[in-house]
């Protein structure tokens, strides 16, 4: 049996706005959490209720961004229209294998748009704390290069490791 890479930690980030502009002063990401909607089965001939996950159809999900004190390119982040932000990940990892300490890069590419501003907190010898919380329109995650999850809410894709779940359901609907 294979020996796998032990993820230990993220060494470090960066957040780029529509691919090019740097965002300086985050203190932290905050990922979303996938959940799939889900549907009560009950009835007739069913002894109990039973919740199923429905393919491919996800809940809401949030991003957010959390700076050390508000920035111009912060303040930017509030104006009502989507955004595109490329998030980049440096994780140590360990080959249990060859002992090696590897460096493997986390990508994420994604649509959003603005929710909530928090405008933080005034305190001496202290970070403001402000926080843009986003809606999530489009998500792709990369690991080394390689698509992780791909969703799409507007074109109905979910894919997760190559495989895409909602492809039954756009042929079904007629959609392709």
Not at 10 to 22: H, K, P
Not at 59 to 84: F, P, Q
Not at 99 to 118: D, F, Y
Request: no cysteine.
């Amino acid at each position: 049996m294979a020996v796998q890479g032990q993820g230990i930690g993220v060494i470090n980030f960066e957040v780029y706005r529509s691919g090019t502009n740097r965002l300086m002063g985050l203190a932290s990401v905050e990922l979303p959490t996938i959940e799939y909607e889900t549907v009560d089965a009950k009835g007739n001939g069913l002894a109990g209720t039973r919740t199923f996950p429905i393919r491919a159809n996800t809940g809401s999900m949030e991003l957010k961004l959390t700076w050390r004190t508000m920035t111009d390119e912060a303040a930017t982040l509030i104006r009502h229209e989507t955004i595109d932000l490329s998030l980049y990940g440096a994780i140590s990892s360990y080959d249990a294998a060859t002992g090696a300490l590897e460096t493997i890069q986390h990508r994420i590419e994604t649509r959003v748009i603005p929710k909530t501003v928090n405008l933080g907190k005034f305190e001496p010898s202290a970070t403001a704390d402000n926080e843009n919380t986003f809606e999530i329109m489009t998500l792709n995650y990369y690991i080394k290069g390689v698509e992780w999850i791909a969703i799409d809410w507007a074109n109905y894709v979910f894919r997760v490791s190559g495989t895409d779940y909602a492809q039954p359901v756009r042929t079904a609907l007629g959609l392709r």
